[in-house]
């Protein structure tokens, strides 16, 4: 079997899809909007700051060899030696100071002209139609075009839009990161005015939490609420390991906050993220572990408080805080 050195793979890794366009396919570049371009032959794939996305299919990456392999379909082997029979193709590369100033343009997919899709999906996890509402109105959340995912919107204190994260409203598992999202303000509500803000891991479980909150007839306006974005993993030794960007963001934005109550998942990864940002955290902040008395996540809890929970359908009463 043929064998490619490393350094070679390494070094053809470093080239990007949109200077690969320009050299061997200019004609299947088509001009969006400033930085950001699209194919000619798959229109919903973008491609802006170094990285393209592919909307259509959920997947996304950084190089041509990326984009040989994922879209053109080639095999690795085939994509790595395309890539090498072109000689005079330019190879980027960016300083670490070109990386920490080069400002990320966020690629946000179109918007429908309503969101019944997303109003279904979400209803359907059993989120409070009033909470849906408010999120809806101000654009931090609607539905796509032309794929009807919900996609989750997070702002900076200037109100622009920073981050997001897509996620399919039908049965498939399609959900990541839109192309040039900073996960520094990633999907959140910091217009409270208690010194508390609740950490979650999804935007869904945020949503889910608010809306037991709804149910319970508490003001949550009040509070802040904070999604990490994702699983937060710690380093191998918990003590060497750093804040989320996120909430590290947000507490320095918010230093009027005092105390973080933390709803992470019933699973190892969250009990271990769980206790990590305790032994951070609580040198500086009232830290308190809340994961959800019953279910995976918090949103598995609303289900199951709704008695619409597919493996414990037995209706429980919200109790009030």
Known sequence: MPYIDEEIVEQLRQMDLLTYLRTCEPEELVKVSGNVYATKTHDSLKISNGKWMWWSRGT????????LVKVRNLSFLEAAETLMKMEKIPVRKESAKEKRTDPKTLLLPAKSDNADRVIRY???????????????????????????NVVFVGYDREHRARYAAFRAT?????????SGS?????????????????????AIDLLSYVSLCQLKGIRWGKYHFL???????????????????????????????????????????????????ELT????????DAPPP???????????QLGRHPMYPEKKECERA
Do not use: W
């Open 227 to 277: 999604s990490l974005a994702g699983v937060y993993k710690p380093r191998k030794n918990i003590r060497e390991s750093k804040v989320p960007a996120t909430l590290k963001t947000f507490l320095k934005a918010r230093p009027d906050v005092k105390e973080i109550q933390l709803h992470l998942d019933n699973d190892e990864a969250g009990r271990l993220a769980s206790k990590t940002l």
């Open 122 to 148: 979400l209803t359907g996890r059993g989120i409070h139609r009033a909470v849906l509402d408010y999120f809806l109105e101000r654009d931090m959340i609607y539905e796509s075009l032309p794929y009807h």
């Open 60 to 67: 996304g990456g950084y190089s041509a060899l990326d984009y």
């Open 294 to 304: 019953q279910g995976k996540d918090v949103n598995d809890y609303l289900l199951l």
């Open 281 to 288: 955290l609580s040198d500086r902040y009232a830290v308190c």
């Open 170 to 178: 039908n049965s498939s598992r399609v959900m990541g990161d839109c």
């Open 182 to 202: 900073d996960k520094h303000y990633s999907f959140q509500y910091s217009e409270g005015m208690m010194p508390r803000v609740h950490v979650f891991e999804s």
